[in-house]
Every structure is written in structure tokens, then in C-alpha cells.
């Protein structure tokens, strides 16, 4: 088995760059008909699609992930919220707010008390699905983590509110460490290896445990061989060229799959934002967005089963877009300063890790959503059902996991607008709701009919029903 530093190598992304340079429009043609029979694509195939400029061939690449998306993942958006435990870091990265020299930012780490507030504010939401984030320490503070996790997971707010899935975004870790991390019901853990261009790396990360790229290019290995399936990967685009940090990812990914007979459960496309006292404010590579809607389609076809997270570092408008292009799930009134969901805007603005472009509060997101008739989901079902990792891809593949996924979705959006929504919210979602059980029906009325029975238990009180 090869070693994942001569898998992702500088020279080999760039044979790949250059191999894929000046061919056809015909071969672009072929590889965006192969994406869309969901064959996915392999790193140089993707690289071909990188290279569109064309207008008419960017169309087509849109179209083509749109339809793929759909395929597979029906008209869902899954939401989520990140939950900033803390934002003192000991790294020094060069665009980050938390940045250990940042003298100005107020330094904050929530007790367990100020924990389950939090996650009570989030559960008001309607929120079941949360991301745990931190700095990084010299030592992995694994304690105070694995204890973050626990009170989270205890917090039940009125009308049947609870977190029924964590995910965990912190700093690589030892084997044993991550042990212990595979024991805390977490779902998925994810680490962006910001830039997988070696030099640039070493420029943006120059002191600290960070420092080390290939400490963090090996931590889905560790985190693998601890047992934990589900894992997220991704970069930070604007650090380097966007077509070189989507070769590596395409490379790591298949590594994944080839090494341990699973891929990443998600892929991250967050984009460089201006962060305080950051010596880097702006995007060494600046990436437009129609090159970032062509990326994510290119994602799309290349990694079809794979899930791509967006986060509200991008405006409404492109979100939008990208949710019809590739993106599966969304963050949501995300805030990126400890103890923020709970206190003022202003307060949380001198603790806050960067720039966020979509404020909007949930209730405006899920009417948005589903007025565009996509069906904004809450769902866990797979992850407390043990569908994970290989079990999981074994049922997305031959594209059996839509006959969970769909109902599964309308049933956690029901139980949101029962429990939480506006006058406004309940009826775009109702009729969204309407449209996608209409459409059930014209095929399988049996599974119409548990929906329906299955909404009146709602009414009756009934909470958390799930495939
Ligand atoms: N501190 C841990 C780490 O770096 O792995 C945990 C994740 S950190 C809280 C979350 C992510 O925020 C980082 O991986 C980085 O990609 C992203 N980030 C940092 N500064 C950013 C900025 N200025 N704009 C956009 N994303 C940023
Ligand atoms: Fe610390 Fe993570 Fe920010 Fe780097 S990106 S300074 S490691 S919080």
C-alpha cells in the first residue's frame, strides 16, 4: 500500500494538472456524460472539468450536477450548527482569528454549564444536529472535550428537543487519543487540511503543533484505525490554486477508499474569509464565484455518494445556488464565538474566529428552502441505526439509501414546523411537504401512507419517528 504523502505529492498533482491541460471540448463532453450516469470521476477526469471556461460546457457541467444531485439525494438539505466550545488556540495560522498573537480577541472556554445553554439556545431552533469545534492546544485537552460532548448530548429542551447527533471538528490526535474520541457517540469527525500544497502549508502555519503538514495530512489514518468510519475532509480554498486543492482532495479521498474500503462520509468547501488581526485578510488566490459553483459541481460528479457541507462564510444568493449544484448540507445561524448563541450579537463579535456572510436565522432558511421545494432535513437516522462508514456506503451506492433518506427527511421537517415554526414557515413547509408526498405516492402509495400515519402520530404528540 502506497504512503499517502507519495499519493497526494506536489509533482504528482501537478502531472495530473497538466495532463488534464488543453484537452478537447469532446473529452470534456464525455467525462460530464460519464459524471452524470454517477460512474464518478477519477482525479485527472475532475482535473479535465477544472479546466472549463466556456460558458456552454459550464452549463453543462451545472446541469449535470444538479441532476446528480438529485439522483441521489433527492430535493434534501441537511442543516446543521457549529458550537464553538472555546477559541484559545495555540497554533499560529495566518488567516485565523484565533490565532494564539491575536492580543485583541476576548479568550473563551464555556464550563459544562455554559455548554448545555448553548445547546439549549440551539435546540429553541429547532437545531438537532451539531458540530463541536475548538482550538488547538499543545495537548489535546481530550477531557474537556469528550466532557463537552456528554453535556451536550444530555441537554432535552421542551417539545421533545434534543441533540440527536454530534459531529466533531478539532485538531488531529494520537491513536489513543482517538480511541477515546470513537467511544463518545460522535458522528462524524472532520479536519481541513486547509492546503494541501506543501510550501504554501508551511507559509500559512509557521509555529505551533500545526506546523507539521504531514501530522495533519495522516490524521484520517489515526482516526480510521481508532475506529472511527465517518469522516470530513476538506481545504481552505483561496490559500492555493482551487484545482490543485481539488485534485488532493479527489486523490485523498480515493486513498481513503482504497486503504480502508470507505471514502470520507463528507467533503468541506469553506472559502477564505477576512478574520481579525489576521496577517492574512486577503485570499492569496482568490477564487470567483462561478469558479466555486464549478468546483463543487466537479465534486459532485467526481465523488457522487460523498456529502458536500457549505457554511454560512458564503452569502445567501450563492447558497442558494450551490444547494441545487452538489451541496447536501448547510450550516445555520451559525455563530463562530463561544457562548455567542446565548448573548448579543456585539458581545460575541470581540471572540468571534471570522467573517460570516449569512446571518439569517433558521425560521428564514427553512422557509427559503422549502419554497424552492427542497426539504430542509433534520435527520440522524443513519447514525443511531449504525449505518456508517462501509454499511452506510453499501446502501448509498446501488442508491438504495433514498428510500430511508426521503421519508426520513419529510418526517423530521414535519416534527421542526409541529414544534417550532411560524405562521410564515408552516405553510411553505406544508406545501413542500404536499409536493413531495404527491410525488411518493405516484409511485409507492404504501410508503405514502406510512408518511401519512406517521404525521398524524406527530399530532398526537408522538416525537422522533424514523426509518
Ligand atoms: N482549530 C482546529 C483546526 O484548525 O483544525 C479546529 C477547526 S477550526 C476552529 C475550523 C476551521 O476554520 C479551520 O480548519 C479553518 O479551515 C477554518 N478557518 C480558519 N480561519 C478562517 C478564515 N479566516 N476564513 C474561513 N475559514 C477559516
Ligand atoms: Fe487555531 Fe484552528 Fe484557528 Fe489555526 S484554524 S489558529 S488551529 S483555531
Same mark, same amino acid.
Given at each position: 500500500?502506497?504512503?499517502?504523502?507519495?499519493?497526494?505529492?506536489?509533482?504528482?498533482?501537478?502531472?495530473?494538472?497538466?495532463?488534464?491541460?488543453?484537452? *478537447?471540448?469532446?473529452?470534456?463532453?464525455?467525462?460530464?456524460?460519464? &459524471? !452524470?450516469?454517477?460512474?464518478?470521476?477519477?482525479?485527472?477526469?475532475?482535473?479535465?472539468?477544472? #479546466? %472549463? +471556461?466556456?460558458?456552454?460546457?459550464?452549463?453543462?457541467?451545472?446541469?449535470?450536477?444538479?441532476?446528480?444531485?438529485?439522483?441521489?439525494?433527492?430535493?434534501?438539505?441537511?442543516?446543521?450548527?457549529?458550537?464553538?466550545?472555546?477559541? %484559545?488556540?495555540?497554533?499560529?495560522?495566518?488567516?485565523?482569528?484565533?490565532?494564539?498573537?491575536?492580543?485583541?480577541?476576548?479568550?473563551?472556554?464555556?464550563?459544562?454549564?455554559?455548554?448545555?445553554?448553548?445547546?439549549?439556545?440551539?435546540?429553541?431552533?429547532?437545531?438537532?444536529?451539531?458540530?463541536?469545534?475548538?482550538?488547538?492546544?499543545?495537548?489535546?485537552?481530550?477531557?474537556?472535550?469528550?466532557?463537552? $460532548?456528554?453535556?451536550?448530548?444530555?441537554?432535552?429542551?421542551?417539545?421533545?428537543?434534543?441533540?440527536?447527533?454530534?459531529?466533531?471538528?478539532?485538531?488531529?490526535?494520537?491513536?489513543?487519543?482517538?480511541?477515546?474520541?470513537?467511544?463518545?457517540?460522535?458522528?462524524?469527525?472532520?479536519? =481541513?487540511?486547509?492546503?494541501?500544497?506543501?510550501?504554501?502549508?508551511?507559509?500559512?502555519? /509557521?509555529?505551533?503543533?500545526?506546523?507539521?503538514?504531514?501530522?495533519?495530512?495522516?490524521?484520517?489514518?489515526?482516526?480510521?484505525?481508532? @475506529?472511527?468510519? +465517518?469522516? &470530513?475532509?476538506?481545504?481552505?480554498?483561496?490559500?492555493?490554486?482551487?484545482?490543485?486543492?481539488?485534485?488532493?482532495?479527489?486523490?485523498?479521498?480515493?486513498?481513503?477508499?482504497?486503504?480502508?474500503?470507505?471514502?470520507?462520509?463528507?467533503?468541506?468547501?469553506?472559502?477564505?474569509?477576512?478574520?481579525?488581526?489576521? /496577517?492574512?485578510?486577503?485570499?492569496?488566490?482568490?477564487?470567483?464565484?462561478?469558479?466555486?459553483?464549478?468546483?463543487?459541481?466537479?465534486?459532485?460528479?467526481?465523488?457522487?455518494?460523498?456529502?458536500?457541507?457549505?457554511?454560512?462564510?458564503?452569502?445567501?444568493?450563492?447558497?442558494?445556488?450551490?444547494?441545487?449544484?452538489?451541496? *447536501?448540507?448547510?450550516?445555520?445561524?451559525?455563530?463562530?464565538?463561544?457562548?455567542?448563541?446565548?448573548?448579543?450579537?456585539? @458581545?460575541?463579535?470581540?471572540?468571534?474566529? =471570522?467573517?460570516?456572510? +449569512?446571518?439569517?436565522?433558521?425560521?428564514?432558511?427553512?422557509?427559503?428552502?422549502?419554497?424552492?421545494?427542497?426539504?430542509?432535513?433534520?435527520?440522524?437516522?443513519?447514525?443511531?441505526?449504525?449505518?456508517?462508514?462501509?454499511?452506510?456506503?453499501?446502501?448509498?451506492?446501488?442508491?438504495?439509501?433514498?428510500?430511508?433518506?426521503?421519508?426520513?427527511?419529510?418526517?423530521?421537517?414535519?416534527?421542526?414546523?409541529?414544534?417550532?415554526?411560524?405562521?410564515? #414557515?408552516?405553510?411553505? &413547509?406544508?406545501?413542500?411537504?404536499?409536493?413531495?408526498? !404527491?410525488? $411518493?405516492?405516484?409511485?409507492?402509495?404504501?410508503?405514502?401512507?406510512?408518511?401519512? !400515519?406517521?404525521? +398524524?402520530?406527530?399530532?398526537?404528540?408522538?416525537?422522533? $419517528?424514523?426509518?
Amino acid at each position: 500500500m502506497k504512503q499517502l504523502q507519495e499519493v497526494i505529492s506536489e509533482e504528482r498533482i501537478f502531472n495530473v494538472l497538466s495532463d488534464a491541460a488543453g484537452s *478537447s471540448r469532446q473529452e470534456a463532453g464525455r467525462i460530464i456524460d460519464k &459524471g !452524470r450516469n454517477l460512474q464518478g470521476l477519477s482525479p485527472k477526469e475532475a482535473a479535465v472539468l477544472l #479546466t %472549463i +471556461d466556456e460558458e456552454d460546457l459550464r452549463q453543462l457541467l451545472l446541469q449535470a450536477a444538479r441532476e446528480v444531485k438529485e439522483q441521489i439525494y433527492g430535493k434534501r438539505l441537511v442543516i446543521f450548527a457549529p458550537l464553538y466550545l472555546d477559541n %484559545i488556540c495555540h497554533n499560529s495560522c495566518l488567516y485565523c482569528g484565533f490565532r494564539k498573537e491575536n492580543q485583541k480577541i476576548e479568550r473563551r472556554r464555556l464550563s459544562m454549564e455554559e455548554i448545555k445553554k448553548e445547546v439549549s439556545a440551539l435546540q429553541k431552533e429547532g437545531h438537532k444536529r451539531l458540530l463541536i469545534l475548538t482550538g488547538e492546544k499543545r495537548d489535546a485537552d481530550l477531557d474537556y472535550l469528550l466532557d463537552g $460532548i456528554a453535556a451536550a448530548y444530555q441537554v432535552q429542551t421542551k417539545k421533545g428537543g434534543q441533540t440527536r447527533r454530534i459531529n466533531v471538528e478539532v485538531a488531529p490526535m494520537t491513536d489513543k487519543e482517538f480511541e477515546s474520541l470513537a467511544e463518545a457517540n460522535i458522528g462524524t469527525y472532520t479536519c =481541513f487540511q486547509e492546503t494541501y500544497h506543501r510550501p504554501t502549508y508551511k507559509r500559512m502555519h /509557521p509555529r505551533g503543533r500545526k506546523a507539521d503538514f504531514d501530522w495533519r495530512l495522516t490524521v484520517m489514518d489515526r482516526a480510521q484505525r481508532a @475506529g472511527i468510519d +465517518d469522516v &470530513g475532509i476538506g481545504a481552505l480554498f483561496g490559500l492555493y490554486d482551487y484545482r490543485y486543492e481539488v485534485v488532493a482532495m479527489l486523490l485523498h479521498a480515493q486513498y481513503l477508499s482504497e486503504t480502508y474500503g470507505v471514502g470520507p462520509h463528507t467533503v468541506s468547501v469553506p472559502r477564505l474569509q477576512p478574520a481579525a488581526e489576521a /496577517p492574512i485578510r486577503k485570499s492569496p488566490y482568490p477564487i470567483s464565484d462561478e469558479d466555486f459553483k464549478k468546483l463543487v459541481a466537479v465534486l459532485r460528479l467526481a465523488i457522487p455518494y460523498t456529502g458536500i457541507i457549505l457554511s454560512t462564510r458564503e452569502p445567501v444568493s450563492l447558497r442558494n445556488q450551490l444547494f441545487m449544484h452538489g451541496v *447536501s448540507q448547510i450550516s445555520v445561524g451559525s455563530r463562530t464565538a463561544p457562548g455567542a448563541y446565548q448573548q448579543d450579537e456585539q @458581545g460575541c463579535g470581540k471572540r468571534a474566529q =471570522f467573517t460570516l456572510h +449569512d446571518s439569517r436565522p433558521m425560521s428564514e432558511v427553512v422557509a427559503e428552502v422549502a419554497k424552492a421545494n427542497y426539504i430542509p432535513s433534520f435527520c440522524t437516522a443513519c447514525y443511531r441505526e449504525g449505518r456508517t462508514g462501509e454499511a452506510f456506503m453499501d446502501l448509498a451506492i446501488p442508491g438504495k439509501i433514498s428510500n430511508y433518506c426521503k421519508p426520513n427527511a419529510m418526517l423530521t421537517f414535519k416534527e421542526y414546523l409541529t414544534n417550532y415554526a411560524d405562521e410564515v #414557515t408552516t405553510k411553505a &413547509g406544508e406545501a413542500c411537504l404536499n409536493h413531495h408526498l !404527491r410525488e $411518493i405516492k405516484s409511485g409507492d402509495k404504501q410508503l405514502a401512507q406510512w408518511i401519512e !400515519r406517521a404525521f +398524524d402520530r406527530m399530532q398526537r404528540g408522538e416525537r422522533d $419517528i424514523y426509518l
